[in-house]
């Protein structure tokens, strides 16, 4: 059973930054692609970003690009998220997934691990 735990989570005031960590509990991380997702009260749960296998490739909503980076440590068994310029419209439950297939990274279907989430709030 593959263990995903999410830490880094908390309060921040609108324009502030905040690193999100995703540790894996298998030895086999660097075979898989990684994404994190976010889910606000009410709303469906949203891609945010994506990481390929050993980081050549990534991939970001619009709503985040030029604000997030997404990175990995594979000796770590690792994923990051760099969260800059942060909105109040960024609020939500943020979640590391793994994705188990060559399908599009956007999708939650083609995720099948997921951690328990970390919750951020941004206050304007």
């Known amino acids: 059973q593959v263990q995903l735990v999410e830490s880094g989570g908390g309060l921040v005031q609108a324009g502030g930054s905040l690193r999100l960590s995703c540790a894996a509990s298998?030895?086999?991380?660097?075979?898989?692609?990684m994404g994190w997702f976010r889910q606000a009260p009410g709303k469906e749960r949203e891609f945010v970003a994506a990481?390929?296998?050993?980081?050549?490739?990534?991939y970001y909503a619009d709503s985040v690009k030029g604000r997030f980076t997404i990175s990995r440590d594979n000796a770590k068994n690792t994923v990051y998220l760099q969260m800059n310029s942060l909105r109040p419209e960024d609020t939500a439950v943020y979640y590391c997934?793994?994705?188990?297939?060559?399908?599009?990274?956007?999708?939650?279907?083609?995720?099948?691990?997921w951690g328990q989430g970390t919750q951020v709030t941004v206050s304007s």
């Open positions: 997934a793994r994705k188990y297939n060559s399908s599009s990274y956007y999708y939650t279907g083609n995720y099948d691990y």
């Open positions: 990481i390929s296998l050993y980081g050549s490739n990534t």
């Open positions: 298998e030895r086999t991380f660097s075979m898989y692609a």
